[in-house]
């Protein structure tokens, strides 16, 4: 049975750090792409970034505003992905999902996710 | 980055009647080279993460009970579910995976009447 645990949210301050966790079960992990989603209180849906596994380069890519500040990674001998978000924004609070991807042809979609972490930035 | 607009906003059906949500790409999200359309729908219940519905349109992911049905190409989709029942109260999605970034409809809240 395929898991995803999110897991290091919590109330931070404007301009500060955090890194969330995604601990994966239930599959082969490197293998799969991972990716990144928030939603803010009451509101849609946001894609974040994700990253290729290791036989595409292990590269991320990043929705334009969290470019620069936050940065994607994975441990595959964890079977672990990573979201480390700096200069955090009052913007950014949401719940954060992580997901395991399905692709084909270069093409991605996400066919699970997991229950989400909630990261609240406020003074 | 393509914009997905969804209507309507809001949708009240009876039980047991059809219920349509529709979706709109700002440029296609047919691909040529397989003549798939990259487009997905998503069912949100309070307090829980999206759950997959629909792939490339319409394929149904595993499990999916048949009621719930995805159309259109191009640049417009729909969303049928043919006889609504109680727990498909929730929100709904539909996000292009064309290119990045994703981006998904402001979704539909589907209500019982």
């Known amino acids: ?123 | 980055d393509i914009v997905m607009t969804q209507s309507p906003d809001s949708l009240a059906v009876s039980l047991g009647e059809r219920a349509t949500i529709n979706c709109k790409s700002s440029q296609s999200v047919l691909h040529s080279s397989n003549n798939k359309n990259y487009l997905a729908w998503y069912q949100q219940k309070p307090g829980r993460p999206p759950k997959l519905l629909i792939l490339w349109a319409s394929t149904r992911e595993s499990g999916v009970p048949d009621r719930f049905s995805g159309s259109g190409s191009g640049t417009d989709f729909s969303l049928t579910i043919s006889s609504l029942q109680a727990e498909d109260v929730a929100v709904y999605y539909c996000q292009q995976h064309y290119s990045t970034p994703w981006t998904f409809g402001q979704g539909t809240k589907l209500e019982i009447k």
């Open chain 1, 1 to 123: 049975e395929v898991q995803l645990v999110e897991s290091g949210g919590g109330l931070v301050q404007p301009g500060r750090s955090l890194r969330l966790s995604c601990t994966a079960s239930g599959f082969t992990f490197g293998d799969y792409e991972m990716s990144w989603f928030r939603q803010a209180p009451g509101k849609g849906l946001e894609w974040v970034g994700f990253i290729r596994s290791k036989a595409y380069g292990g590269t991320a890519e990043y929705a334009a505003s969290v470019k620069g500040r936050f940065t994607i990674s994975r441990d595959d001998s964890k079977s672990i992905a990573y979201l480390q978000m700096n200069s955090l924004k009052t913007e950014d609070t949401a719940v954060y999902y992580c997901t395991k991807m399905s692709c084909s042809g270069g093409n991605c979609y996400s066919n699970f996710w997991g229950q989400g972490t909630l990261v609240t930035v406020s003074s």
